[in-house]
């Protein structure tokens, strides 16, 4: 498939999902209300004269942003389940290249408004110096949802018909989503901390090595198991 008829069609099937998403809401309103209850319990819940903020701050926002996500990626594929619709967009002329693409961007708008929405609950609850590092916090933050969405993609598409479906992405991706998110904790405290960019750049790199073998090894697999 050319350049821009692949751009065209992976642009087509994300707007169909998000498009989906926008006359439904259902899972858009259940991730964000989880991530605002699962922000407030963490802080609540601390001993405020035995742990800092600083200290729960960086596990708290990606304890959020990996449950809440987990919710929207769930969505990913049981929209195709509904009619056999999935067998449909398998008999277009869309290539499973385009139908990764397309699937990936969907997921990753919809995580990228969630966290959107979340962060700023998250400076609310906690009192940590985020201003001045916002930009490059937000840059770690689309990376690791990069990461995510890649392995978050291929796995709704396997497990979308089990039967049980929804419990299974969670076991499953969970192990693939330990080495991002603990590299986006460490980036994350360091970053808080007002720690050196010289402290950072490992972890970046590792983030971005992660980044890069999940999304290619996502996009090669994925044509084998949506033709299973």
Do not use: C, H
């Not at 996500?69 to 509904?82: Q, S, T």
């Not at 330990?178 to 972890?203: D, H, K, Y």
């Amino acid at each position: 498939m050319p350049g821009s008829a692949l751009v065209r069609v992976s642009v087509a099937v994300a707007a169909k999902d998000l498009a989906v998403e926008l006359r439904t809401k259902t899972a858009f309103v259940s991730s964000i209300v989880f991530a605002v209850l699962v922000l407030a319990v963490l802080y609540f819940a601390r001993d405020a004269t035995a742990v800092a903020d600083l200290d729960l701050a960086p596990g708290a926002l990606w304890v959020t942003f990996t449950f809440a996500g987990m919710l929207g990626l769930n969505r990913a594929f049981l929209l195709e389940r509904e009619n056999r619709a999935l067998d449909g967009l398998r008999l277009t002329p869309a290539s499973p290249t385009a139908i990764f693409l397309g699937k990936a961007l969907g997921n990753l708008v919809f995580l990228g408004v969630v966290e959107l929405i979340s962060l700023p609950v998250f400076i609310l609850f906690y009192d940590v110096p985020i201003w001045r590092q916002l930009p490059i916090l937000m840059g770690v933050i689309a990376m690791a949802t990069i990461a995510f969405v890649a392995v978050g993609t291929l796995l709704s598409a396997m497990v979308v018909r089990t039967r049980f479906s929804e419990v299974m992405l969670p076991l499953l991706l969970l192990p693939f989503l330990v080495p991002p998110v603990v590299s986006a904790v460490q980036l994350t405290w360091r970053i808080l901390a007002l720690r050196p960019l010289s402290e950072l750049t490992g972890w970046l790199s590792l983030l971005a090595a992660f980044d890069v073998i999940f999304f290619t090894l996502s996009l090669l697999l994925f044509e084998a198991i949506l033709v299973e």
